[in-house]
């Protein structure tokens, strides 16, 4: 979550320090990247603090498993979107190198957001205890 964090930030200050409001395409690449760090932060926090483990009514893997795979498949839109939206003969050298940039850090946090999915999924499944495990502490 710390790698998500990082990057989704470094993604939405490229994007912010760029004449973005001329173009509709990087506001939908800003709302990604600031709700998504938004989220994350605060799930950062909640796991840091341990308040997953007082809310027992929640089942926490799943809560993240569908947060991860709609950040990971709202990142690939706006990964898209911000590729396709750069213009290599932009009048502005820096626009053009800070969008260039800014879709790279939204690939790699796409990337990051899918290994979470990953993990994730792992968690909600129960994946990676074996039978040994599962039998000795059923019985104790």
């Known amino acids: 979550m710390v790698a998500e964090a990082v990057l989704g930030l470094l993604t939405w200050a490229l994007i912010a320090d760029t004449t973005y409001y001329l173009h509709a395409a990087y506001g ?21 603090l341990q308040l997953h483990l007082k809310f027992h009514i929640v089942p926490w893997p799943l809560v ?40 790279f850090f939204a690939c790699l946090v796409m990337v990051a957001y899918g290994a979470s999915t990953f993990f994730s999924f792992c968690a909600w499944r129960g994946l990676g205890s074996n039978a040994a495990t599962s039998q000795v502490t059923n019985r104790a």
């Open 64 to 103: 993240l498993l569908i947060f991860n795979a709609t950040a990971t498949v709202l990142y690939i839109t706006a990964f898209v979107t911000c590729s396709a939206a750069i213009k290599p003969t932009s009048w502005r050298q820096w626009d053009y190198n800070r969008r260039a940039a800014a879709a």
């Open 28 to 48: 939908w690449v800003m709302f990604v990247a600031i709700f998504f760090w938004i989220l994350t932060v605060i799930f950062l926090v909640i796991y840091l």
